[in-house]
């Protein structure tokens, strides 16, 4: 079916932050300081926990998993805007609008999933220590993961199917810096009610799956952690499941300021700050987060540097 026979809008205008023009070129350069922050940070991660076999136990494969998916959240819109403020060239063909929106969705639900999943890791490992490793076998790992990338792949193509039928005979300004939904809904001449709610049903079963199952962990946690007498057993605990925590209200505190605010109160300068911290901060943040609290990177981070600096010490010896 061609897509030009749903619309007559071949192309959209991506407004960004095109009110401020005098911001352009400082906007250029912080967005594309925190994007090669974000790849290289999450690159870092990725590459550690692949080479060092300390770090190859469920956590850290879920980890770099996050790390994957950080990097291409970011991805699938930092670049297209970047280019945006480079060439001042604001426009985005409808199908490549549609397909941002694919990646987008797919890969922040993938995300929302994952994170659901690292906190039922956590509450295994601390709940009952002794069965982690028979529980959390490689294969559960792979098969949860796996059903993260399967729900945010069938998400996104429910969404993007459902726009296709959409036709925009009117206005093509979306006032934001890449293409969402509810923007593309309030500017198509047809019937949005079905698309309305298919997200409103998608996404009250994804965020009331995933936090709750987040909750109940946690709940399990807090539980098990008060029962332990012993202060230093607490601490370890507590230690094990700040970073994972920390990325988790990162995550859900950005989407519950962009999507759960009233209708009323919802302004478009503070939406695109609240996407930015979704989109580019989170994901930039996330490594480091778990690089600065968590004693076994820090430690694998030390093992790796004094190996890179054995070699480079060889290496002059051997010239």
Not at 4 to 21: I, Q, Y
Not at 96 to 117: K, M, R
Not at 168 to 190: I, K, N, Q, V
Not at 240 to 253: I, Q
Request: aromatic share 12%; proline share 3%.
């Amino acid at each position: 079916m061609a897509w030009s026979n749903h619309s007559v809008v071949t192309e959209f205008t991506l407004a960004g932050f095109g009110d401020r023009p005098e911001l352009q070129e400082v906007l250029l350069v912080v967005f594309l300081i925190m994007y090669l922050i974000n790849l290289m940070g999450n690159v870092g991660m990725i590459l550690l926990i692949n080479f060092e076999p300390r770090l190859h136990t469920p956590m850290y494969f879920f980890l770099s998993h996050l790390s994957f998916l950080d990097i291409s959240l970011s991805s699938s819109i930092t670049p297209k805007f970047l280019l945006s403020l480079l060439t001042g060239r604001r426009t985005i063909s409808y199908r490549g609008c549609l397909t941002q929106i694919y990646f987008y969705v797919t890969f922040g639900t993938s995300e929302a999933f994952l994170l659901a999943v690292m906190s039922y890791d956590r509450y295994i490992a601390i709940c009952h220590p002794l069965r982690y490793t028979l529980v959390m076998s490689q294969r559960l790992c792979l098969c949860l993961v796996a059903i993260c990338y399967a729900a945010g792949a069938i998400n996104s193509t429910v969404h993007t199917v459902a726009m296709l039928h959409l036709s925009f005979c009117a206005s093509r300004h979306l006032d934001h810096f890449y293409c969402e939904g509810p923007l593309l809904f309030a500017l198509s001449c047809s019937d949005t009610s079905i698309n309305d709610v298919l997200m409103l049903v998608f996404t009250s079963c994804m965020v009331g799956t995933t936090s709750t199952a987040i909750l109940l962990s946690y709940g399990c946690i807090l539980y098990s952690v008060l029962q332990t007498r012993s202060p230093g057993a607490r601490r370890k605990a507590f230690s094990t499941c700040t970073s994972h925590l920390s990325v988790t209200l990162l995550f859900y505190g950005a989407i519950a300021f962009m999507y759960m605010r009233p209708a009323a109160k919802r302004s478009v300068k503070l939406d695109k700050v609240a996407s930015i911290f979704y989109t580019v901060v989170t994901p930039m943040l996330n490594p480091f987060i778990y690089s600065l609290r968590n004693k076994e990177v820090r430690a694998a981070l030390s093992r790796v540097r004094r190996k890179a600096l054995l070699m480079c010490h060889r290496h002059q010896d051997s010239l």
